[in-house]
């Protein structure tokens, strides 16, 4: 609100100046004012070295890092294995669709499938963040297990709807390519969105960068997470 007040009273006073200055003189002045804006924008806008980390901040920063790397591992390793999940439910419709299965062997791919994604989701719920990490990491981890935990909802969702409507015994179509459209249609209503923890990582990231020679490294695990899960 106080630029907006600032940018006013110049706007008026430039205008007075107009009236009751000679053009010459008014020229340079607005120059002068040009130029000066231009420094005190560029010095408020410069990125500011930040200040030297002491010992004890570093030690406690490396500390916390030592406790972040297992569970990430963790974590990289079970979202590998969402991702792997998900292309195989595309790989069970996309024979159902060209009719190298028939309806059963669907429905018992999709059975298993859905038991793996179920213990998947039990695993991931136990991959727990360490408590004694600072907020500066805590925090951003607790939305990347809140946007991990509800995208498996809804893969898991997805599955189990699909299992259901590829089962035999309830399956009114006897179409096999009118089997695989209805499937298909589950699979297009259900998906879900892409999983994207992006700015997440990236305060992490920015939040260890002091004491990680492997900052650079690390760039490309994250986007393994970061990328979306919606093939």
Avoid at 100 to 109: D, Q, V
Avoid at 161 to 177: G, S, V
Wanted: aromatic share 8%.
């Amino acid at each position: 609100m106080l630029i907006y007040v600032l940018a006013v009273l110049v706007a008026l006073l430039l205008i007075i100046l107009f009236r009751y200055l000679p053009r010459r003189v008014f020229l340079i002045f607005v120059t002068l004012l040009i130029v000066l804006g231009s420094i005190v924008f560029r010095m408020q806008t410069a990125e500011r070295t930040p200040e030297p980390l002491t010992i004890n901040e570093r030690a406690a920063i490396v500390r916390e890092l030592e406790l972040f790397t297992p569970w990430w591992g963790m974590y990289q390793k079970q979202i590998a294995e969402l991702d792997r999940n998900w292309t195989r439910y595309h790989q069970i419709l996309a024979d159902a669709k060209t009719g190298e299965t028939e309806l059963a062997i669907t429905y018992a791919r999709l059975v298993d499938l859905e038991r793996n994604t179920q213990e998947l989701r039990a695993r991931m719920e136990q991959n727990i963040p360490p408590t004694e990490l600072s907020n500066h990491v805590y925090d951003p981890i607790a939305v990347i297990v809140s946007k991990t935990n509800d995208y498996a909802a809804a893969e898991q969702k997805a599955i189990t709807l699909t299992r259901a409507a590829a089962d035999p015994t309830t399956m009114k179509e006897q179409n096999p390519a009118e089997q695989a459209r209805l499937l298909e249609l589950v699979m297009l209503r259900e998906s879900p969105v892409a999983l994207f923890i992006e700015d997440e990582v990236d305060a992490i990231r920015a939040y260890f960068a002091p004491v990680s020679a492997a900052s650079a490294g690390e760039k490309n695990d994250g986007a393994q997470g970061e990328k979306q899960l919606d093939k």
